[in-house]
């Protein structure tokens, strides 16, 4: 039982090239979520999805689009990287339920250059 | 507009002695609340919730207070040991079910030995 797993670990960009982060649970979980972390401004949510075949944006979509490819796998694409895209990613799924308890994947560290 | 603010960046307790996290909120209609504990290269894991009907949640040497009035939650870590050291988010969902948690800006838990 992996949890949640997220590729790549890091990955440098330049600015302008395209990339996918990809993020899989295996717990059945029905919601999944991405989130970056950058200093002095907490966990923000990108783009969130409440059920297989459904995605919906959260504080800070603009530059990320999304897909939920089944009830497993939810990744995050960057089609034209900017700087201002450098951060930590950070996918979470939860088991739709009243204590919204979130699990992380353990990150991507991402700098675009 | 930070919805939900951790005032402290950082602080640093004695192995042994209490920590005390601080937390604020502005929307009224945050009524749960969770912490999370975040390990350096880590993704953040659960530690402990509250709902808005209680004022206090324990569990072990963690426990939670909320004081509705006052827009404010803490957490108590007693008595402190070096593992404890992380950094901590708050986190707030504005019903009882809704999935989008809004965090904080996390504060650096240090013990010293």
């Known amino acids: 039982n992996a949890g949640v797993t997220q590729t790549p670990k890091f990955q440098v960009l330049k600015t302008g090239q395209s990339m996918t982060l990809q993020c899989a649970q295996d717990?059945?979980?029905?919601?999944m979520y991405w989130y970056r972390q950058d200093p002095g401004m907490g966990l923000r949510l990108i783009y969130y999805?409440?059920?297989?075949?459904?995605?919906d944006k959260g504080e800070v979509p603009n530059g990320y689009n999304v897909s939920r490819l089944n009830k497993r796998e939810f990744s995050l694409r960057l089609e034209s990287a900017a700087p201002s895209q450098t951060s930590v990613y950070f996918c979470?799924?939860?088991?739709?339920?009243?204590?919204?308890?979130?699990?992380f994947g353990p990150g991507t560290r991402l700098t675009v250059l | 507009d930070q919805q939900v603010k951790q005032n402290s960046p950082s602080l640093s307790v004695q192995e042994g002695r209490i920590s005390i996290l601080n937390c604020d909120y502005t929307?009224?209609?945050?009524?749960?609340f969770l912490w999370y504990k975040k390990y350096p290269a880590e993704g953040p894991t659960f530690l402990i919730s509250?709902?808005?009907?209680?004022d206090k949640n324990e569990d072990g040497r963690f426990t939670v207070f909320l004081n509705k009035s006052a827009k404010h939650l803490s957490l108590h870590i007693v008595p402190s040991q070096p593992g404890d050291s992380a950094v901590y988010f708050c986190?707030?969902?504005?019903?009882?079910?809704?999935?989008?948690?809004?965090f904080g800006t996390g504060t650096r838990l240090t013990i010293i030995p």
């Open positions: 979470a799924s939860c088991k739709q339920g009243p204590y919204n308890e979130q699990f």
């Open positions: 717990m059945n979980h029905n919601s």
């Open positions: 999805s409440a059920s297989e075949g459904t995605t």
């Open positions: 929307n009224s209609m945050f009524d749960y």
């Open positions: 509250i709902s808005s009907i209680k």
């Open positions: 986190a707030a969902l504005p019903t009882f079910g809704n999935e989008k948690l809004t």
